[in-house]
C-alpha cells in the first residue's frame, strides 16, 4: 500500500520509538520524510532501518532540538527546502519526568513543558506557512492519556499533553477554511523509550498499585510503535482527510 507516494513529511521524535517506527512507516507507504531529532545516533540507527527496507533514498535526517526556537527555524527551512514544499508535519517528540507533585521543582517542570508543549508550538509555527501553501496540509500532534485521564506522578508530562490537546484543537479551526488539518494521536500504554524505562523515569518509592489500571486491557504485554505509526499514515493520508480537530485515542482499551 502506498497511500503517500510524494508526500513530503517532516516529523520529530524519529530517532527512537513511535517517532522512529512512524518515520519508517511513512517511508513504507511512499513518502518523502525528513526524520529529526536530538538523538544523533538513533537518527543513524533509523537511516540504517530505511536502508535495509530499500527506502533510505527517500529519507533525509536532520538534528534539532525542539525546545530552541532557532534550531527549529533552521531544521524546517532546511527540510522544506530539501522536500521542495511540505504537506504534513508529525511532532512525536517528547520527554518524560516524573516526581511526587511536592517535590516537583520548577526546573524539572519547565524543562518538561519546554520540550512538550512549547517545542510542539514552535514546530509547528515554523512549518505552518509551508503547510499552508499545499492547500492539504495536516499536523499530527502526540498528547497522551495523561491528558484526560488521572496518571500519578506526572504533573508536568499531563500538563504539556493536555496543552498540546488544546493546542491541536485551535490550531484546526483557526486554519480549517485554508485547507489545514490538526490532529490529536493520543497513546497510552505502548512500548516505546518511554514506557519501557518507566522506572527509572518515576520517585523511587512510586506505588506502582496506582498504575493498574492503565495496563488492565492489555493481555500479553504492550503492543508495538508500530500500532500508532499506521495511524498517523492513514491521517495523513487522503483515507484521513475528513479527520481534524479531534484525537484518535490509541490504549488497547486501559482507559474506558
Known sequence: MERLTDRRVLITGAASGIGRATALRLLAEGARVVAA???????KETLALADQAGTADRLTTKSVDIADES?????????????????ALVNAAAILRGAHTHDCSLELWNRVITVNLTGTFLMTRAALPALLETGRGVVVNFS????????PFMAAYSAS??????????????????????????????????????????????????FSKLTAAIGNGLPGPENVAGVVAMLISDDGAFITGTEIRIDGGAHQ
Open 161 to 210: 499533553k493536555g496543552g498540546i490537546a488544546s493546542f491541536t484543537h485551535g490550531l484546526a479551526l483557526e486554519y480549517s477554511k485554508q485547507g489545514l488539518r490538526a490532529v490529536n494521536v493520543v497513546p497510552g500504554g505502548i512500548s516505546s523509550g518511554i514506557t519501557n524505562n518507566i522506572g527509572s523515569l518515576v520517585p523511587e518509592d512510586v506505588d506502582w498499585n496506582l
Open 144 to 151: 497522551s492519556t495523561s491528558a484526560f485521564f488521572a496518571h
Open 71 to 87: 534550531s527549529v527555524d533552521v531544521v524546517v527551512t532546511a527540510a522544506v527546502t530539501e522536500l521542495g514544499g511540505l504537506d
Open 37 to 43: 531529532d536530538v538523538a544523533e545516533d538513533g537518527l
